[in-house]
């Protein structure tokens, strides 16, 4: 994540809008458990917001999707858990923060 700084200064120059493409796939499945490729290892729940907030404080944040969320895998709670998760991610790029 040290060259997320690096990334979002080139689309500050370029004066282009950036898309967010966030696959929760990424995210370790502690926090987000009902996702086709759960693999453990994946971005704590701090770290996955860090992510879409350095993108929102970029101030070019056009467009973003949220994909691989899936509640028809696992239990109901752990459906409820990613659901959740892909939300509170989405709050965190349009500019709410999470501490």
Not at 7 to 34: E, K, N
Not at 56 to 75: F, R
Request: with cysteine; hydrophobic share 45%.
């Amino acid at each position: 994540l040290f060259f997320l700084p690096f990334f979002f200064g080139m689309f500050q120059t370029a004066g282009r809008p950036l898309h967010c493409s966030y696959d929760i796939d990424g995210v370790d499945p502690a926090f987000a458990p009902s996702t086709g490729t759960a693999v453990r290892g994946g971005l704590t729940f701090r770290e996955a917001h860090y992510v879409v907030e350095a993108v929102s404080e970029s101030g070019h944040l056009g467009s973003l999707d949220m994909v691989e969320v899936n509640p028809g895998l696992g239990t109901f709670e752990e459906s409820k858990e990613t659901i959740e998760m892909g939300l509170a991610l989405v709050a965190s790029a349009m500019g709410s923060r999470i501490v």
